[in-house]
């Protein structure tokens, strides 16, 4: 699929007997990786549907998550010259949690 393509899951219910409206309907989707960097994730959308595809319900604007950043390791930082009042650079190491994405 792109990466613009609407990811999407169909959930059945064999035999299922009647839903009422406003009774809280929930269900747990397992495996699902966040994307490599932080900031917010973008709007969700979920519909319920019947079998024909005819839309029961709707909401095409959930509010998105805010994706923290992932954690460094391995960071060192340390000045090249160790004598107070030098002018020197910092020689800064890290491991990534997540790729850097192209610019």
């Known amino acids: 699929r ?41 709007t969700f959308q979920i519909l319920t549907r019947l079998n024909d595809g005819t839309i029961i319900d709707g909401d095409l604007g959930v509010p998105s998550a805010e994706l923290a950043p992932g954690p460094l ?15 020197t650079s910092l020689v800064v190491s890290l491991a990534l949690s997540n790729p850097w994405p192209r610019d």
């Open 73 to 87: 390791r391995g960071v060192r930082i340390a000045p090249e010259s160790m004598a107070s009042g030098n002018v």
């Open 2 to 42: 792109s990466a613009d393509a609407p990811l999407e899951f169909t959930i059945e219910r064999f035999n299922g007997s009647l839903v009422h409206s406003a009774v809280l309907v929930g269900f747990n989707l397992t495996g699902v990786r966040n994307r490599r960097f932080a900031g917010p994730s973008g």
